[in-house]
């Protein structure tokens, strides 16, 4: 592989900000672009060798050969394109089968393949030909892109983008019904900055008061690690839904003393224990990592924590919650899923189509 701009190579970043910045915040212009929820992929194409590069410079081309096979089909001979790896399941994208892609067995990675294939969305361009594009702005990078995908089809897509302030509102509040992340805000001037954040992402933040079930210590000794955090269902089931775990050690050590009385007997009766053990935390982590440590503590399910999300990803928070405060008013039974808010649905296919 001989390509000006050539792998392993860490990807541009965004900053989180909290609101859609205006256009003329930004000097020469903002474009808007949805946030996909995938995973970070630069393409590196030169004629029959191509490599898929993560975020972490490490390469993701075993885990997707039908990928590498529409590169070929799709993308110029020789380029270098900056995108998200996705997966689409009816018609949301579905983060969890693209975890399952990242399997060690080959056979594994070829049924899975078959099965869920993965598509690839581009949204920059950083070579083509014997060109870097690195040092061009983003709105010079953004138009060699359209007409490098002009013939390219499924699964290979080029970003929806648009300059106009109220289609990223319009797109901020519809996009999540078919599972997308946010927005995300490009100055038209900036060039390509590896490993910088110089975008800006909006993401949703809401809040919901969760049962505190159990916790995990701290691997570095006996503070809490993690709060676990459950709501109710239909059925009166109380699901595992995500954790809370970003507390500064002084905070860890202090909540030992504050669930030591909730520790009590909180085996006995426990909703994730004996039967109901299927709606843990146990049967949701370990499908990402078989070596982790998926043991906690109980606690009687009494305790009301309101934290921070941004959305969900099927019936669980797709990120770490963020705590906020306790809530001694609210009875544990009132905490479900009724709570939550219910983006409205939206079509994929459209907005791959765009």
């Known amino acids: ?57 490490r390469p993701l081309t075993r885990y997707f050969p039908e990928v590498v096979e529409a590169v070929k089909a799709n993308l110029p001979d020789r380029c270098v394109v900056d995108g998200e790896l996705i997966v689409v399941v009816g018609d949301r994208l579905d983060f969890d089968s693209l975890q399952l892609r990242l399997h060690p067995a080959e056979s594994r990675v070829r049924r899975l393949a078959g099965e869920v294939p993965a598509s690839f969305v581009a949204f920059d361009l950083l070579a083509i030909g014997d060109d870097s594009m690195m040092d061009e702005g983003f709105g010079v990078r953004r138009k060699r892109l359209e007409r490098a995908l002009k ?27 078919a599972g997308l992340d946010g927005i995300v805000a490009k100055g038209s001037d900036i060039t390509y900055r590896p490993d910088e954040r110089v975008m800006q992402k909006i993401k949703h933040a809401r809040t919901a008061d969760c049962v505190v079930a159990g916790f995990r210590w701290h691997k570095s ?33 202090t909540l030992v003393d504050e669930l030591a009385p909730y520790r009590k007997n909180a085996e006995k009766d426990h909703p994730w224990f004996g039967d109901d053990r299927a709606h843990g935390p146990g049967a949701a982590a370990s499908r990402w990592n078989a070596k982790k440590d998926l043991s906690f503590e109980p ?52 907005l791959l189509g765009a």
Request: net charge negative; glycine share 8%.
């Open 221 to 253: 000794g006996p503070v809490v690690g993690s709060l676990l955090l459950g709501l109710y269902d239909d059925t009166g089931t109380l699901r595992h839904v995500g954790v809370a775990a970003s507390f500064p050690m002084a905070r860890r050590k």
């Open 151 to 177: 013939k390219a089809k499924p699964p290979i897509h080029l970003t929806p983008a648009t300059e106009d302030f109220e289609t990223a509102q319009q797109w901020f509040d519809q996009f999540e019904g």
């Open 1 to 57: 592989m001989d390509l000006p701009v050539m792998p392993p190579l860490k990807p541009m970043l965004a900053k989180l900000v909290s609101g859609i910045p205006k256009p003329d915040e930004t000097p020469g212009g903002t474009l808007y672009e949805p946030k996909w929820d995938g995973f970070r992929c630069i393409v590196f194409r030169d004629g029959d060798e191509v490599e898929l590069g993560s975020r972490n410079e």
């Open 299 to 350: 606690l009687r399910p009494e305790l009301v924590v309101e934290v921070g999300y941004d959305h969900m990803e099927g019936a669980r928070f797709r990120h770490t919650a963020q705590f906020k405060r306790w809530r001694s008013d609210r009875d544990p039974l009132t905490c479900t899923y009724a709570q939550l808010d219910e983006p409205v649905r939206y079509e994929l296919h459209e």
